[in-house]
Structures are given as C-alpha cells and as structure tokens.
C-alpha cells in the first residue's frame, strides 16, 4: 500500500520560513516524479513545485519561484519543501503527490497517482 505522509507545517510569521518533508512507502520512490501542491481557503488546489527522478530537474509555480526550493533525497524516500520569505498569501494545506508517468504536464493534478493527507501551513501578518 503506497502513503505519502507530509510533516513540517505550522504556523509562522510573515517573512519566516518553514520545511515540509514528505515521506513515501509502499513504491519504488527513485521511479517516481514528485510535487508539491497547496489548496488555500475557498480556492482550488494548485501547482507548487516539482521535481524529477534523479532530482535534477525542478519546477515551480511563479509564484514561489525565488523563495521556494523542492528536493530529494531517494535513499531515505523523502521530499522536501523549503519555504523561505513566507507570506500570508502562501497560507494552505499543502500536499506532495507521486507521479511515474513521462508526461510534460508536471504541473497538472490529474497526471499525480498517490497523494498525501496534507499539511496546514498558516503564515501571519
């Protein structure tokens, strides 16, 4: 059975910083892409990061880029999330997601296979 178990959120202030991990059991983890996602408040669930097999190739959301780096580290099955420069507009539940196919659309949610529970990120003014 494939699970996918976030850690790391809370809440911080605006201009802190926050690391999420992700940790996956139940597939071959090097055989898989990974991303992150984040749904706010009333919004829909949305793109934030990405990142390739060997963790060579990262993707972000505009809206992170600069202040977010996504990493792994396949010996341990784990994703991360580093958070810095956080601002109230990046408050959401945040899930990682496991994707083994070789399509382009990284940033859509429909081409993810297994998804976590999620984390709550609150970010204060």
């Known amino acids: 059975q494939v699970q996918l178990v976030e850690s790391g959120g809370g809440l911080v202030q605006a201009g802190g910083s926050l690391r999420l991990s992700c940790a996956a059991s139940?597939?071959?983890?090097?055989?898989?892409?990974m991303g992150w996602f984040r749904q706010a408040p009333g919004k829909d669930r949305e793109f934030v990061a990405a990142?390739?097999?060997?963790?060579?190739?990262?993707y972000y959301a505009d809206s992170v880029k600069g202040r977010f780096t996504i990493s792994r580290d396949n010996a341990k099955s784990t994703v991360f999330l580093q958070m810095n420069s956080l601002k109230p507009a990046d408050t959401a539940v945040y899930y990682c997601?496991?994707?083994?196919?070789?399509?382009?659309?990284?940033?859509?949610?429909?081409?993810?296979?297994?998804w976590g529970q999620g984390t709550q990120v609150t970010v204060s003014s």
């Open positions: 139940g597939l071959t983890f090097s055989n898989y892409r």
């Open positions: 997601a496991a994707n083994n196919d070789y399509s382009v659309r990284y940033y859509s949610q429909s081409v993810y296979l297994y």
């Open positions: 990142i390739s097999r060997s963790g060579g190739i990262k």
